[in-house]
């Protein structure tokens, strides 16, 4: 067995995916897995399946779109890439994902302290 | 940016775009995975693992697309209503893959909601909603009138215009008679029901005319017989207009008079009588003409004849109004002492009132629908009984639904959407048997003619009615089985393996007490409608005092040919004479009134010579006014005097025969023969003592009772019935006073034609329905029982199977498997029994009431109902039982 991972976070996992769509521009669902594991360093464990639940709230909610285009090697694929409501949420999200981070960081410190 | 409710909003909207678009894009979204796991798998490879590592490796990081797939799902489709849609068609599946089953069940499903339904629309009309078309109507009541005696008396006119001139929390009051009336000409005349009204009628009950208008004006004042004006109902329009506008203006003649019409009522509204249906309105002021009496009768305050229809004020309760009625009548009673001494007045709800035919179908209609609430239950026990046994035959079914992850609820939900299913198709079919009962309420009325009924119809408030039954037998007929579907233990049930096996203990007693109160319930029913057979007979046998049969009777209208006292005599003392020649008849006579009539008769106030009354002795003695011959006839012995004679008219001094009660009272001392009694306004000499006889029901006690001969006293606004004594047969006898009446006067035709022992079982009526009613709920009930009872012996045959294979192998006779099956039969019948019993007879003071002559705990009744409830458990057990008598051991051991 590996050393223990982090289950993702529920919510965090959409933020992450509008994080990275800003940042690499449109990606197929495969890439953004990557691209997610690539990152964390083996960090988190994730059920890659649960980034194409995560893709269609997003879709729904109108924060990204989807278009069918082909892969680098030559296959089929869907990518999807984030749309202007888009970044104005992920604008929204990391803000208040820093604020709370900000507070928890606090509050976990103030324990340490004691 | 994004609140929370618009992120709701679009998860929404999805939803309903997922909904919309149906399965299509599933397709795409494999293609989507398969892409994804090959290209993870393919990375995998690179990294040096073999292709089957790769691809299971693949799959476990992208983890169970199963779950996945439920989540895309639950984010673009609304699952409660795909759940429900599956538990629909999976119930529609078992629902046909069982049709005996279904059949079973839609069928003693039609059969109680059927019986509730019918009884129901005809609570619905009668009482509950008894003025269908009016607004408000639960702001209207009646007024009557009470006399010394208490008994429930109409309105004079006169005490109408002080009540209406004079109370101030009533908002609006209007007289309503119900009247016979003659409309047409003298060569096509036809009798139309009709009322005769205060002019305010329409506005009292907040009616509003569908063209044309209602009175208004001067026809709303109290001049009398001045205003011939007519409002007539939508379904007259209908037959004599065909719905056409000219019919305003059109002139109608009514009891020999012209009539304007100037208005027709609309579609719903039927007039002011519960569950009854007029087709004209004339204003009250018109009675004299209308009854050729001219001005008095409504000057008179002893002429108490009008039924009295009233509008509370705004806010005002009807205890507060019926405290100022009380004590305006009061009152009255000591400003008028010479006609209103000692009377009181009321208000009551127009369901409670004493004029309709809701007062004598008030307890009929409440046992009869108590008996069809038994009727109910035992259908549920029934049903659920059918379940259990079902639900222990699907009980591998629904353990591995249980193990494949579907909660308990589901599997509650499952039963409740089959049941719910059973009890819709239950209802159509309940619904197809109360509407081919529509008009079944005329069932319940004797056979005199009234108005039209007006029957309810299954409108919104019977489908309503029968919806929530439906649901309530859903509810309350899964209850048991879902309790014992989500109990169950999904490993043992699967380790049984193949074998059925026996059902566990605990749903064995369930099943046997829900046929042991079915049969308790059966039993209740089938012991009420015993006794209230038994006590249609008890009276049914009283002998009346007169001698029924042979006898034909009819009732004349003769007000409705407006004719005065002298050509009203004529008409009878031709018709008496046409009709003695007819062949077979041996004697006819005439009088005012027909014994055991279901309308009280008439009384006077008397005093009689030489008696003093004691100081609240009730005077107003009941009478009938006879023509010659009428005790003859009746074959009343006369025990002393004479009897009247053709002399007995007018001109001649008035006399009279009283009956041997009277005498006892009054005259206790001898001397009876030309004794003097007062009364309208005259004296009259006792000619005559005849036997006591029953007057107004069978099962009342002998009262003091009196006859005047109808040439003395008649008037036309009294009533008219003719006798006549045949040799021949009766309906004969029958058909020749039609003939002979047509033909002595056209205007007045025959009502109400019928023998004497019918008119006698119309009286019977109240007791009538309940008897032969419950006997039908009580069968019906007890049907459902021997089938409940069956079903459960049968399916312990069926379970136990094995095991009486084994106890016939170990060398058990037959017989002792016979006795084995009939016992357990045996132990439900006696058992449910002795519950029912014991219900009935903590009934029974509730019962007693409308028992005669008899207690609820009748020995004999009782009797026969065990004997036969113990016959018929034997007879339903014995079928299975015999079946399994024959149980080969070596087929039952191999069985399964």
């Known amino acids: 067995m590996k050393s223990k991972k982090s289950e993702v976070l529920q919510g965090t996992l959409d933020l992450m995916i509008l994080k990275t769509l800003h940042a690499l521009g449109p990606l197929h669902g495969f890439g953004i897995a990557r691209r997610i594991e690539q990152v964390s360093r083996d960090v988190l464990q994730l059920n890659e399946g649960t980034v194409y639940t995560s893709l269609l709230r997003l879709q729904q909610q109108g924060w990204i779109a989807a278009e069918w285009g082909t892969s680098e090697n030559n296959r089929k694929a869907k990518f999807y890439s984030i749309t202007k409501r888009g970044e104005k949420q992920l604008q929204v999200e990391a803000e208040n994902w820093e604020r709370i981070s900000d507070v928890i960081g606090r509050v976990l410190k103030l324990e340490a302290e004691r | 940016m994004s609140t929370r409710r618009e992120f709701r909003l679009r998860a929404f909207a999805a939803k309903v775009r997922g909904f919309l678009r149906g399965h299509k894009r599933d397709g795409e979204f494999d293609d989507e995975i398969q892409e994804h796991l090959q290209l993870l798998a393919e990375k995998f490879i690179a990294q040096g693992m073999s292709r089957e590592e790769a691809a299971a490796a693949?799959?476990?990081?992208?983890?169970?697309?199963?779950?996945?797939?439920?989540?895309?799902?639950?984010?673009?489709r609304f699952l409660f209503f795909e759940a429900l849609w599956q538990d629909l068609r999976f119930s529609l599946r078992i629902i046909l893959k069982s049709p005996g089953f279904t059949a079973t069940a839609v069928l003693t499903l039609a059969l109680g909601i059927g019986a509730n339904t019918t009884i129901f629309s005809w609570i619905h009309s009668v009482l509950l909603n008894p003025l269908p078309g009016a607004g408000d109507a639960h702001r209207v009541v009646e007024l009557e009138s009470l006399a010394p005696s208490g008994e429930w008396v109409p309105t004079s006119y006169l005490d109408f215009r002080d009540f209406r001139d004079h109370l101030k929390l009533v908002e609006s009051m209007s007289v309503a008679k119900p009247m016979a009336l003659a409309v047409g000409n003298d060569v096509h005349v036809e009798r139309v029901w009709g009322e005769t009204v205060s002019g305010n009628f329409f506005d009292v009950l907040h009616v509003q005319p569908e063209i044309g208008r209602f009175f208004s004006g001067v026809e709303r004042d109290d001049a009398q017989n001045?205003?011939?004006?007519?409002?007539?109902?939508?379904?007259?329009?209908?037959?004599?207009?065909?719905?056409?506008?000219?019919?305003?203006?059109?002139?109608?003649?009514?009891?020999?008079?012209?009539?304007?019409?100037?208005?027709?009522?609309?579609?719903?509204?039927?007039?002011?009588?519960?569950?009854?249906?007029?087709?004209?309105?004339?204003p009250a002021t018109m009675y004299g003409q209308l009854t050729a009496t001219g001005t008095w009768m409504l000057e008179d305050r002893k002429a108490r004849m009008f039924r009295v229809l009233a509008r509370l004020a705004p806010g005002v309760t009807l205890e507060q109004a019926r405290s100022e009625l009380a004590s305006l009548a009061g009152f009255m009673a000591k400003a008028d002492a010479d006609t209103n001494e000692g009377m009181s007045a009321t208000l009551l709800p127009v369901w409670k009132s004493h004029n309709g035919i809701q007062g004598s179908l008030l307890a009929p209609l409440t046992i009869l629908f108590g008996a069809s609430g038994v009727v109910l239950l035992i259908v549920c026990a029934n049903i659920a009984n059918l379940l259990l046994v079902r639900a222990a035959d699907r009980r591998k079914e629904f353990s591995i639904r249980v193990a494949l992850g579907a909660s308990p609820m589901r599997l509650v939900r499952q039963l409740s959407t089959e049941v719910l299913m059973l009890a819709v198709l239950g209802s159509v079919a309940g619904l197809l048997i109360a509407d081919w009962l529509g008009g079944s309420l005329r069932w319940l009325l004797p056979l005199t003619e009234a108005p039209r009924l007006q029957s309810g119809g299954l409108d919104s408030g019977v489908l309503l009615f029968t919806a929530a039954l439906a649901v309530a037998i859903a509810a309350l007929a899964s209850i048991g089985p879902a309790l014992h579907a989500t109990r169950d233990n999904v490993n043992e049930t699967l380790k049984e393996g193949g074998r059925s096996g026996t059902s566990s203990t605990q749903s064995n007693r369930l099943r046997s007490l829900l046929v042991t109160s079915e049969v308790a319930l059966a039993v209740t029913s089938l012991l009420g409608a015993g006794l209230f057979v038994k006590s249609f007979y008890r009276v049914k046998s009283i002998h009346p005092g007169f001698d029924p049969n042979q006898v034909a009777v009819a009732k004349f209208n003769l007000s409705a040919a407006n004719f005065d006292a002298q050509q009203a005599d004529a008409f009878c003392r031709h018709l008496r004479e046409r009709l003695e020649r007819q062949p077979g008849v041996t004697a006819v006579t005439y009088a005012d009134y027909v014994p055991l009539s279901l309308g009280e008769g008439s009384w006077e106030d008397l005093q009689v010579e030489r008696y003093v009354p004691g100081p609240s002795e009730n005077m107003k003695i009941y009478r009938n006014l006879v023509a010659p011959g009428y005790f003859t006839l009746m074959k009343i012995p006369l025990i002393e005097g004479r009897d009247f004679t053709m002399q007995d008219d007018d001109p001649h001094p008035p006399v009279m025969i009283v009956?041997?009660?009277?005498?006892?009272?009054?005259?206790?001392?001898?001397?009876?023969?030309?004794?003097?009694?007062?009364?309208?306004?005259?004296?009259?000499?006792?000619?005559?003592?005849?036997?006591?006889?029953?007057?107004?029901?069978?099962?009342?006690?002998?009262?003091?009772?009196?006859?005047?001969?109808?040439?003395?006293?008649?008037?036309?606004?009294?009533?008219?019935?003719?006798?006549?004594?045949?040799?021949?047969?009766?309906?004969?006898?029958?058909?020749?006073?039609?003939?002979?009446?047509?033909?002595?006067?056209?205007?007045?035709?025959?009502?109400?034609?019928?023998?004497?022992?019918?008119?006698?079982?119309?009286?019977?009526?109240?007791?009538?329905?309940?008897?032969?009613?419950?006997?039908?709920?009580?069968?019906?009930?007890?049907?459902?029982?021997?089938?409940?009872?069956?079903?459960?012996?049968?399916?312990?045959?069926?379970?136990?199977?094995?095991?009486?294979?084994?106890?016939?192998?170990?060398?058990?006779?037959?017989?002792?498997?016979?006795?084995?099956?009939?016992?357990?039969?045996?132990?439900?019948?006696?058992?449910?029994?002795?519950?029912?019993?014991?219900?009935?007879?903590?009934?029974?003071?509730?019962?007693?009431?409308?028992?005669?002559?008899?207690?609820?705990?009748?020995?004999?009744?009782?009797?026969?109902?065990?004997?036969?409830?113990?016959?018929?458990?034997?007879?339903?057990?014995?079928?299975p039982a015999r079946r399994a008598m024959r149980i080969d051991p070596i087929v039952a051991l191999r069985y399964e």
């Not at chain 2, 006696?830 to 014991?838: C, D, E």
């Open chain 2, 58 to 76: 693949a799959r476990r990081q992208f983890g169970n697309v199963t779950l996945l797939q439920e989540d895309r799902r639950a984010l673009q």
């Open chain 2, 226 to 282: 001045a205003h011939p004006v007519a409002v007539i109902s939508h379904s007259f329009w209908h037959s004599h207009y065909n719905e056409s506008a000219s019919a305003i203006g059109a002139i109608l003649r009514v009891n020999r008079t012209p009539y304007s019409v100037i208005g027709v009522a609309p579609k719903q509204f039927h007039g002011s009588m519960a569950g009854l249906s007029f087709d004209l309105w004339v």
């Open chain 2, 659 to 879: 009956t041997r009660e009277f005498v006892r009272r009054f005259i206790p001392r001898g001397g009876v023969l030309n004794r003097k009694v007062h009364g309208w306004g005259q004296w009259f000499t006792i000619v005559g003592v005849v036997e006591d006889s029953k007057i107004h029901r069978l099962t009342e006690n002998t009262r003091p009772y009196f006859y005047v001969p109808i040439r003395q006293i008649y008037r036309p606004e009294m009533g008219l019935a003719f006798y006549v004594r045949t040799a021949g047969s009766v309906s004969e006898a029958m058909q020749s006073i039609r003939r002979e009446s047509q033909a002595v006067d056209a205007m007045v035709p025959a009502s109400e034609v019928m023998s004497l022992n019918e008119w006698i079982a119309g009286s019977l009526f109240g007791q009538r329905i309940a008897a032969s009613l419950l006997s039908v709920l009580a069968a019906i009930a007890f049907v459902l029982a021997s089938i409940g009872l069956y079903g459960v012996v049968a399916y312990t045959v069926a379970q136990r199977t094995q095991e009486f294979g084994i106890r016939l192998s170990l060398g058990a006779q037959p017989r002792d498997v016979l006795g084995l099956i009939v016992r357990q039969g045996l132990a439900f019948a006696l058992a449910g029994t002795a519950v029912g019993a014991g219900l009935t007879l903590l009934l029974g003071r509730a019962l007693g009431n409308f028992l005669v002559n008899m207690s609820a705990a009748d020995p004999l009744i009782f009797t026969a109902t065990a004997v036969f409830v113990i016959v018929l458990a034997l007879a339903a057990a014995s079928i």
